[in-house]
């Protein structure tokens, strides 16, 4: 591949610094573009959705969606590879970044919108981005702005009330397990990152730069924080490692997070969305969860089946997945 890329992106998108990291990985020649009204032009002449990271090939194409942006150059550039060559731990990978995009993503939006502190932080720095010179006033102006939209989307992500309790008891359990995971090794499969890495790391990334959950973070998970440092500009440093190695702490990731938690609000979201419904309501890990259907995970829902679909005969899958739990969320048609 001949060129340099450009990535528009945002210091604050999970999913654009969780591509800017792997083509750092991948050593893409590439141009770091900050999303702000002075690019604004340029931006819309490639993007389809109005949404970030982008990222414009040589060519002049454009590309969006982070989950097929590595799924794609992990093909055009496969070394250092992201995916090991086990199947039944490659499936493992995609699913764990299935798990933080879509599940870990409530998390960070949940803190990052829903504590005053965190609120004005984080719309501070977007402000700051939005309005780059034009002066203090205009950006405490468009701070407000900012905070009353963003603070007005908590819906999006099932964040209310009455799924407040269970959104902040999954992030500290799950940044318990991780940290736990990380004990031993430098990234999630070992001694390099995996999709996995990619996908969790960016929610832990934003997570940590916010006022609440970066305290969590910094007061209880020293090996979660040394690997989000890791992850900014992450290197080979040994190789996958195979199941036996990982099982006893990746597994209670799996069977307590993935299988109790993100899977069945996956499946009842599809659902709902397949029925017309304009809510839905369903019990996880002894809570009520009750949110408006999201299209775009019913769509990566459906994603994650077919690529399940592709490796389900993988020695060992089978079996990880029926003590995991997560066996019968995936094979469901």
Not at 35 to 47: D, G, L
Not at 118 to 136: C, H, L, N, P, Y
Not at 244 to 254: E, G
Request: include cysteine; aromatic fraction near 10%; hydrophobic fraction near 45%.
């Amino acid at each position: 591949m001949v060129g340099s890329y450009r990535i528009f992106g945002s210091e604050l998108s999970p999913y654009s610094v969780k591509v800017r990291s792997f083509f750092r990985y991948k050593n893409l020649a590439h141009e770091w573009i900050p999303r702000s009204p002075a690019v604004q032009a340029e931006f819309q002449k490639y993007a389809k959705l109005p949404l970030v990271p982008l990222v414009v090939t040589p060519e002049g194409e454009g590309l969006q969606d982070s989950t097929p942006i590595l799924d794609r150059f992990e093909t055009l550039a496969p070394e250092p590879a992201i995916v090991p060559a086990d199947p039944a731990l490659a499936f493992l990978s995609a699913l764990l970044e299935e798990y933080g995009d879509e599940w870990g993503n409530k998390w960070m939006f949940h803190y990052r919108w829903r504590y005053q502190p965190d609120v004005w932080s984080t719309s501070e720095r977007i402000a700051a981005q939005m309005m780059g010179a034009q002066g203090t006033l205009a950006v405490a102006q468009a701070r407000a702005a900012v905070a009353e939209r963003m603070t007005g989307r908590l819906g999006f992500v099932g964040s209310n009330d009455k799924t407040q309790p269970l959104i902040e008891a999954s992030f500290k359990h799950a940044l318990a397990l991780l940290d736990a995971h990380l004990a031993t090794r430098s990234y999630v499969l070992g001694g390099r990152p995996a999709m996995a890495d990619f996908g969790l790391w960016g929610q832990f990334y934003e997570a940590a730069t916010d006022p609440t959950p970066g305290a969590i973070m910094r007061g209880g998970a020293p090996n979660v924080m040394a690997w989000v440092q890791r992850m900014v500009s992450p290197k080979v440093e040994g190789a996958f490692e195979a199941w036996p190695a990982l099982a006893s702490t990746l597994m209670p990731l799996l069977k307590e997070e993935v299988a109790a938690l993100f899977l069945p609000w996956s499946v009842t979201n599809a659902a709902a969305i397949a029925a017309g419904n304009q809510t839905f309501d369903l019990s996880l890990g002894g809570t009520e969860w009750s949110q408006e259907p999201q299209k775009y995970h019913a769509r990566s829902l459906a994603e994650i089946r077919r690529k399940f679909a592709a490796a389900k005969t993988a020695p060992g899958l089978e079996a990880i997945l029926r003590e995991s739990d997560c066996l019968s969320w995936l094979a469901q048609a």
